[in-house]
């Protein structure tokens, strides 16, 4: 009988974190699960960190080993060996609560979601002071993916606060992009047919900010990287018929993501010539996604209504509309850099 939900734990390295994090999911309140744990080429000792936990805890966790591919093979390949009623990924990295599996299957079930959301708050792995507290703001609420509502849009898309309905993505595929594999990859379930969502705003998982980790190196190459990755979801959107009833919500998204997120991490890249990169962003939005000028989503009258945060991405969408988008990085930098706030795109 197949297990209620499958957990699958990309592993490269960082033989000093992995076991923190099985500790965690091999004492899951949930008992029916299994654990995925796919090595992908790792140097140090995680491989054989993995392989123990395999002999202490033989009914839950599986191993397996492959060359090096990068963190979205190893994901692509525990999502193709997966049997679980229900999908999650977790950071080898980062710890989530021994109730991660149960509170998100329970509210999966209870209400037949096919995508269970968490709170989750960011954690400076230094100090061990948290940073900020995420998606919990919602509550306990169910939703219908609407094409039309700003949530599609701007819905956190991390990969390891949510759990799947498995035969739902059980067919998609991780890109070999670095980077934005958790965006793309909610989006595309949404395409290929998650209809409902719930939310519990436990925090249910703690993720571990590094000094090494991607979100503090960015570089030009991951904005190429997140192109390719926009145009193959608006080309995957062509294949199945949809992308007239989705084009102006992926250009929302394709702004958000690349002109406001990756945009800003880019500009602490002291190598970039920014007013360049940001002008090569304006001109491949408007090849690739032109609807991102005049979306219903960044109308003045409609952001209004959505509260701050709309509100807030209408002036940044209202410079790079004027061709000024050094302002937002400029004022963004100095609210993070010299304030000390971080505004929630």
């Given amino acids: 009988m197949a297990p209620k939900v499958s957990i699958v734990v990309p592993i490269y390295n960082l033989e000093q974190y ?42 839950k966790v599986k191993t397996f080993h492959k060359q090096n591919g990068g963190e979205w093979s190893a994901r692509t390949y525990g999502l193709k060996e997966a049997t679980g009623e229900y999908v999650g990924f977790i950071d080898s990295d980062d710890v989530p609560e ?9 509210a999966a079930k209870a209400n037949d979601a096919d995508i269970a959301f968490s709170g989750y708050d960011r954690v400076d792995l230094d100090t061990g002071k ?29 990969l390891w606060n949510k759990l799947y309905r498995r035969e739902l993505v059980k067919d998609l595929e991780f890109l070999p992009f ?24 436990d925090v249910l998982y703690h993720y571990y900010l590094r000094s090494s980790s991607q979100i503090h190196n960015m570089n030009e190459k991951d904005i190429e990287n997140l192109k390719k990755y926009l145009i193959v979801t608006k080309d995957n959107a062509k294949k199945i018929g949809k992308y007239n009833d989705y084009k102006e919500t992926l250009a929302a998204m394709a ?16 190598e970039v010539n920014m007013n360049k990169a940001l002008k090569e962003i304006i001109k491949y939005l408007d090849t690739e996604f032109p609807e991102w000028r005049k979306c219903k989503h960044y ?29 937002y990085i400029w004022v963004n930098r100095f609210v993070l850099d010299v304030l000390k706030l971080e505004i929630k795109w």
């Fill in 18 to 59: 992995v076991p923190r994090c099985l500790d965690a999911l091999v004492n899951q309140t949930l008992e029916d699960i299994e654990i995925l744990c796919v090595n992908d080429g790792s140097k140090d000792s995680a491989p054989q960190i993995i392989e123990d936990y395999k002999s202490r805890y033989p009914n």
């Fill in 98 to 106: 021994v109730t991660w599996a149960e509170k998100l299957y329970n």
């Fill in 130 to 158: 948290t940073v900020s507290v995420e998606m919990t703001q919602h509550g306990t609420m169910n939703k219908d993916v609407d094409w039309n509502d700003d949530f599609i849009v701007y819905a956190n898309p991390s």
């Fill in 178 to 201: 670095r980077g934005c594999n958790d965006t793309l990859f909610l989006i595309h379930s949404y395409m290929y047919g998650a209809k409902k969502l719930t939310f519990i705003p």
């Fill in 255 to 270: 702004f958000l993501h690349l002109a406001i997120s990756w945009a800003f991490m880019l500009s602490y890249d002291k």
């Fill in 299 to 327: 109308k003045l009258g409609h952001s209004i209504k959505g509260g701050l945060k709309p509100f807030l991405i209408w002036g940044v969408h209202l410079c790079y509309r004027l061709h000024i988008p050094q302002v």
